[in-house]
């Protein structure tokens, strides 16, 4: 059964203040610490326990954005956030109970925007929402104030106004955060830049303990536009190629 609770509206002062949160979470104990903090943050929260509540939660209540747990009975968060985003695009914090680095991929390929694994501190938590709904704010800024022209770089093309990549011809779709980080890769080309550098250009988060969370969207990347085209500098960090010139 969906547990429904509705925080504050106008009376927040914060950065979170009429920003809608749906908290998707069985377990009582973690979501009602998700529900406290956020609402502390000047968000409007709501809490589902299962799938269907959630897909349900969603669809009435049209969040702004989602902390999904995947372990959920009824269904998992991964079907859920399938469900959703096939209504409409939302960004999706979602939490796992493993360090596994499939169940993170599966996660980021399915349209989670982000990850955290358990335990993970609420500070942080908090952190990652804020990060989140600034990068959609960033986006649809940059959809009405366009850069003009197609990046080529060989056979990628980053087309900044769509916000649209194509590899040979083909569209290649990415998440918001994938595209942020590609075009961060794409901004200076065959440079190496480190995990701290990206995670604090593309995620707006300071804290080198994030940068596993780096290193699975390289990931999920490269098996998007190619492994090729993404260089591991070992100990440092990434570098997008292009072709000799």
Not at 165 to 193: I, Y
Not at 215 to 237: N, Q, Y
Not at 238 to 243: D, G, I, W
Request: hydrophobic residues 45%; proline residues 4%; contains cysteine.
């Amino acid at each position: 059964m969906e547990q429904t609770h509705i925080g504050p509206s106008g009376a927040a002062a914060s950065a979170g203040a009429q920003r809608r949160v749906l908290v998707v979470e069985d377990d009582r104990t973690i979501v009602d610490a998700i529900a406290a903090r956020l609402r502390a943050e000047g968000f409007q929260v709501r809490t589902a326990g299962d799938g269907p509540a959630a897909v349900d939660a969603a669809d009435a209540w049209q969040p702004d954005l989602l902390v999904l747990d995947v372990m959920l009975p009824g269904f998992d968060g991964l079907e859920v956030c399938r469900r959703v985003q096939a209504q409409r695009p939302v960004p999706v914090l979602m939490l796992t109970a493993r360090d596994d680095e499939t169940d993170m991929l599966v996660g980021l390929g399915v349209g989670a925007d982000d990850y955290m694994t358990k335990p993970f501190s609420m500070r942080e938590l908090a952190a990652r929402v804020h990060v989140l709904l600034r990068r959609v704010e960033r986006a649809a800024l940059a959809a009405h104030t366009p850069r003009t022209g197609i990046l080529r770089l060989g056979e990628l093309e980053i087309d900044h106004a769509q916000r649209r990549v194509r590899v040979r011809g083909e569209d290649v779709h990415l998440t918001p955060t994938e595209f942020d980080l590609l075009v961060c890769l794409a901004n200076t080309p065959r440079a190496v830049l480190s995990r701290e550098q990206l995670l604090a250009e593309v995620w707006d988060w300071a804290d080198a303990s994030g940068t596993r969370t780096v290193d699975s969207h390289i990931k999920a990347l490269r098996r998007k536009i190619g492994a090729e085209r993404i260089r591991t500098v070992h100990g440092v960090g990434y570098a997008l190629e292009t072709p000799a010139a």
